[in-house]
Protein backbone atom coordinates (compact mmCIF):
# COMPACT_ATOMS: atom_id res chain seq x y z
CA UNK A 1 0.00 0.00 0.00
CA UNK A 2 1.64 3.73 -0.65
CA UNK A 3 1.07 5.94 2.26
CA UNK A 4 0.95 9.77 0.66
CA UNK A 5 1.13 12.97 1.94
CA UNK A 6 -2.47 13.76 3.72
CA UNK A 7 -3.63 10.12 4.39
CA UNK A 8 -4.70 8.70 7.52
CA UNK A 9 -1.57 7.14 8.57
CA UNK A 10 -2.62 3.31 8.13
CA UNK A 11 -3.51 1.84 12.32
CA UNK A 12 -1.87 -1.32 13.06
CA UNK A 13 -1.21 -3.52 16.43
CA UNK A 14 2.33 -5.08 16.60
CA UNK A 15 4.80 -6.19 18.76
CA UNK A 16 7.64 -3.76 19.87
CA UNK A 17 10.76 -4.12 22.53
CA UNK A 18 8.11 -2.62 24.79
CA UNK A 19 5.25 -4.32 24.43
CA UNK A 20 2.15 -5.08 21.90
CA UNK A 21 1.43 -1.15 20.86
CA UNK A 22 -1.81 0.10 19.01
CA UNK A 23 -0.16 2.78 16.81
CA UNK A 24 -2.76 5.45 17.13
CA UNK A 25 -3.09 4.52 20.75
CA UNK A 26 -0.08 4.68 22.11
CA UNK A 27 0.02 8.10 19.57
CA UNK A 28 -2.78 9.54 21.21
CA UNK A 29 -2.82 13.18 20.32
CA UNK A 30 0.92 13.90 19.50
CA UNK A 31 2.52 14.24 16.47
CA UNK A 32 4.56 10.53 15.66
CA UNK A 33 7.83 9.92 13.58
CA UNK A 34 7.33 6.33 12.38
CA UNK A 35 10.69 5.46 11.01
CA UNK A 36 11.92 1.83 9.46
CA UNK A 37 15.52 0.40 9.09
CA UNK A 38 16.98 -2.39 6.97
CA UNK A 39 18.46 -4.78 9.65
CA UNK A 40 19.60 -5.47 12.74
CA UNK A 41 23.36 -5.38 14.07
CA UNK A 42 24.00 -3.52 10.89
CA UNK A 43 26.86 -0.61 10.77
CA UNK A 44 24.75 2.53 9.39
CA UNK A 45 21.43 1.31 11.57
CA UNK A 46 23.56 1.26 14.37
CA UNK A 47 24.40 5.15 14.13
CA UNK A 48 21.46 5.89 12.90
CA UNK A 49 19.64 4.42 16.02
CA UNK A 50 21.93 5.49 18.37
CA UNK A 51 21.25 9.46 17.32
CA UNK A 52 17.83 8.75 17.56
CA UNK A 53 18.23 7.98 21.11
CA UNK A 54 20.46 10.95 21.44
CA UNK A 55 17.68 13.75 19.87
CA UNK A 56 14.67 12.20 22.43
CA UNK A 57 15.07 15.34 24.22
CA UNK A 58 14.39 17.67 21.26
CA UNK A 59 11.84 14.78 19.44
CA UNK A 60 10.03 15.16 23.30
CA UNK A 61 10.05 19.08 23.12
CA UNK A 62 8.26 19.05 20.23
CA UNK A 63 5.06 16.79 21.56
CA UNK A 64 6.28 14.13 18.84
CA UNK A 65 6.59 10.12 19.90
CA UNK A 66 9.20 8.07 17.86
CA UNK A 67 9.20 4.48 17.00
CA UNK A 68 11.41 2.38 14.94
CA UNK A 69 10.79 -1.15 12.53
CA UNK A 70 12.59 -3.51 11.20
CA UNK A 71 11.95 -7.36 10.39
CA UNK A 72 14.07 -8.59 13.02
CA UNK A 73 12.07 -9.93 16.06
CA UNK A 74 12.25 -8.21 19.39
CA UNK A 75 14.75 -10.45 20.51
CA UNK A 76 17.17 -9.56 18.16
CA UNK A 77 16.15 -5.83 19.05
CA UNK A 78 16.97 -6.41 22.48
CA UNK A 79 20.05 -7.35 22.00
CA UNK A 80 21.21 -5.14 19.52
CA UNK A 81 20.61 -2.28 21.71
CA UNK A 82 23.68 -3.32 23.79
CA UNK A 83 25.66 -2.60 21.03
CA UNK A 84 24.01 0.43 20.14
CA UNK A 85 24.48 1.92 23.65
CA UNK A 86 28.00 0.32 23.75
CA UNK A 87 29.06 1.97 20.13
CA UNK A 88 27.07 5.23 20.12
CA UNK A 89 26.91 6.37 24.13
CA UNK A 90 22.97 6.21 23.56
CA UNK A 91 20.46 3.91 25.42
CA UNK A 92 17.81 3.06 22.97
CA UNK A 93 14.92 4.84 24.44
CA UNK A 94 11.81 4.32 22.22
CA UNK A 95 10.08 1.24 21.12
CA UNK A 96 11.32 -0.90 18.14
CA UNK A 97 8.33 -2.65 15.84
CA UNK A 98 9.26 -6.38 15.36
CA UNK A 99 7.92 -6.80 11.90
CA UNK A 100 8.84 -10.33 10.61
CA UNK A 101 5.67 -10.70 9.16
CA UNK A 102 6.07 -7.87 7.07
CA UNK A 103 2.78 -6.62 8.38
CA UNK A 104 3.46 -2.83 9.22
CA UNK A 105 6.39 -2.82 6.27
CA UNK A 106 3.69 -3.71 3.81
CA UNK A 107 1.08 -1.52 5.00
CA UNK A 108 3.44 1.53 4.34
CA UNK A 109 5.16 -0.14 1.54
CA UNK A 110 8.68 0.32 3.14
CA UNK A 111 9.97 -2.57 1.25
CA UNK A 112 11.14 -1.86 -2.13
CA UNK A 113 11.94 -5.16 -3.93
CA UNK A 114 13.80 -4.03 -6.51
CA UNK A 115 16.28 -2.75 -4.31
CA UNK A 116 15.76 -5.18 -1.58
CA UNK A 117 13.24 -7.94 -1.43
CA UNK A 118 13.67 -8.90 2.17
CA UNK A 119 14.72 -5.92 3.81
CA UNK A 120 12.88 -2.08 4.43
CA UNK A 121 14.22 0.67 3.67
CA UNK A 122 14.93 3.91 5.47
CA UNK A 123 11.29 5.09 5.60
CA UNK A 124 10.23 8.35 7.72
CA UNK A 125 6.78 9.36 8.27
CA UNK A 126 5.96 12.16 9.92
CA UNK A 127 2.27 12.07 11.29
CA UNK A 128 0.20 15.18 12.82
CA UNK A 129 -2.06 15.05 16.00
CA UNK A 130 -4.93 14.59 13.44
CA UNK A 131 -3.42 11.07 12.43
CA UNK A 132 -2.23 12.57 8.77
CA UNK A 133 0.83 11.79 7.20
CA UNK A 134 2.73 15.10 7.48
CA UNK A 135 5.89 13.62 5.42
CA UNK A 136 7.62 10.82 3.70
CA UNK A 137 10.92 10.28 3.26
CA UNK A 138 13.03 7.11 1.60
CA UNK A 139 16.72 6.81 1.78
CA UNK A 140 18.65 3.72 0.41
CA UNK A 141 20.55 1.58 3.12
CA UNK A 142 23.82 2.81 1.77
CA UNK A 143 22.89 6.87 3.10
CA UNK A 144 22.45 7.32 7.22
CA UNK A 145 19.28 9.64 7.36
CA UNK A 146 20.27 13.53 8.90
CA UNK A 147 17.55 13.50 11.76
CA UNK A 148 18.72 17.20 12.43
CA UNK A 149 17.10 17.69 9.20
CA UNK A 150 13.91 15.60 10.40
CA UNK A 151 13.67 17.93 13.29
CA UNK A 152 14.00 21.40 10.89
CA UNK A 153 11.03 19.77 9.04
CA UNK A 154 8.95 19.52 12.19
CA UNK A 155 9.63 22.76 13.16
CA UNK A 156 8.65 23.74 9.81
CA UNK A 157 5.22 21.50 9.80
CA UNK A 158 4.50 22.29 13.46
CA UNK A 159 4.74 26.48 13.07
CA UNK A 160 2.76 26.34 9.63
CA UNK A 161 0.16 23.88 11.70
CA UNK A 162 -0.19 27.42 13.96
CA UNK A 163 0.31 30.38 11.76
CA UNK A 164 -0.67 30.66 7.64
CA UNK A 165 2.87 30.80 7.09
CA UNK A 166 5.45 27.95 5.14
CA UNK A 167 9.18 28.22 5.36
CA UNK A 168 11.89 28.97 2.65
CA UNK A 169 14.14 27.18 1.25
CA UNK A 170 17.06 25.84 4.07
CA UNK A 171 14.80 27.77 6.82
CA UNK A 172 16.15 26.90 10.21
CA UNK A 173 13.80 27.54 13.29
CA UNK A 174 13.51 31.15 14.16
CA UNK A 175 14.14 32.12 10.63
CA UNK A 176 12.00 34.57 8.43
CA UNK A 177 8.81 32.76 6.73
CA UNK A 178 6.48 33.11 3.84
CA UNK A 179 3.45 34.74 4.29
CA UNK A 180 0.40 32.26 2.62
CA UNK A 181 -0.45 33.26 -0.28
CA UNK A 182 -4.48 32.91 0.32
CA UNK A 183 -3.84 35.84 2.27
CA UNK A 184 -4.01 39.74 1.32
CA UNK A 185 -0.70 41.68 2.26
CA UNK A 186 -3.19 43.82 3.86
CA UNK A 187 -4.44 41.28 6.20
CA UNK A 188 -0.84 39.75 6.58
CA UNK A 189 0.43 43.50 7.83
CA UNK A 190 -1.97 43.14 10.71
CA UNK A 191 -1.69 39.32 11.32
CA UNK A 192 1.97 39.50 11.36
CA UNK A 193 2.62 42.90 13.48
CA UNK A 194 6.55 42.20 13.61
CA UNK A 195 6.09 43.39 9.97
CA UNK A 196 5.62 41.85 6.29
CA UNK A 197 8.09 42.26 3.40
CA UNK A 198 6.86 41.96 -0.07
CA UNK A 199 9.39 40.85 -2.78
CA UNK A 200 6.75 39.90 -4.92
CA UNK A 201 3.01 40.14 -4.57
CA UNK A 202 3.45 36.27 -4.76
CA UNK A 203 6.36 35.98 -2.41
CA UNK A 204 5.79 37.76 1.08
CA UNK A 205 7.99 37.33 4.63
CA UNK A 206 8.18 37.88 7.90
CA UNK A 207 9.90 37.26 10.92
CA UNK A 208 8.83 34.14 12.76
CA UNK A 209 5.11 34.77 14.19
CA UNK A 210 6.59 31.99 17.19
C1 LIG B 1 23.73 -0.69 7.36
O1 LIG B 1 22.92 -0.20 8.14
O2 LIG B 1 24.92 -0.42 7.41
C2 LIG B 1 23.26 -1.67 6.35
C3 LIG B 1 21.95 -1.98 6.23
C4 LIG B 1 21.53 -2.88 5.28
C5 LIG B 1 22.45 -3.49 4.46
C6 LIG B 1 23.78 -3.17 4.60
C7 LIG B 1 24.19 -2.27 5.53
Redesign the pocket.
Known amino acids: MTVRLGDEAPNFSADTTQGTIDFHQWKGADWAILFS???DF???????LGMVAKLMPEFQKRHTRVIGLSVDPVASHLTWEKDIADVTGNAVNFPMIADPDRTVSNLYDMIHPNA?DT?TVRSVFIVGPDNKVKLTLTYP??C?RNFDEIIRVLDGLQLSARFPVSTPANWQKGGDVIVATSMSTADAKVKFPKGVTELKPYLRTTPSPE
Request: proline share 13%; glycine share 6%; charged share 15%.
Open positions: HPKTPVCTTENMASG
